[in-house]
């Protein structure tokens, strides 16, 4: 792999994973009220660090989530809707300042180009 090639499949992979994770805070939200339901988490950035140090192919890791057991309300619920929403608010920065980098990177690459 280039080191071009590198850097826009580091992005691609990072916001894959920040999507994944995006959903499941939304899926964690939506179930706030669901008796005995446990919140999922998904730490895609070790996921990535591991496969970047370990040399594995980026385009076939896969995120796999956790559940989390932890019994936060009487019904068994595991949610936490302001820990969900600020961990959501968060995400969606991450996966701003990803979207951007990979526009900086393409528009490096048309500038070197000539286009």
């Known amino acids: 792999m ?3 090639d590198g850097i826009q499949a580091i992005l691609e992979t990072a916001m894959r994973g920040a999507w994944q994770r995006q959903t499941l805070l939304t899926q964690n939200i939506a179930n706030a009220e669901t008796p005995g339901y446990q919140r999922e988490t998904l730490s895609f950035q070790s996921s990535l660090r591991s496969a970047l140090s370990g040399g594995e192919p980026l385009e076939s890791l896969s995120f796999t989530p956790v559940a989390e057991a ?6 068994g619920n595991g949610v936490n809707l302001d820990q969900e929403s600020a ?3 968060e995400n969606g920065l991450t996966y701003e300042a990803l979207s951007q980098m990979l526009f ?11 286009l």
């Open 70 to 75: 932890r019994a936060a309300t009487p019904n």
């Open 2 to 4: 280039s080191t071009l």
């Open 104 to 114: 900086a990177h393409n528009e490096t690459l048309r500038a070197a180009m000539g």
């Open 87 to 89: 961990l959501l608010a």
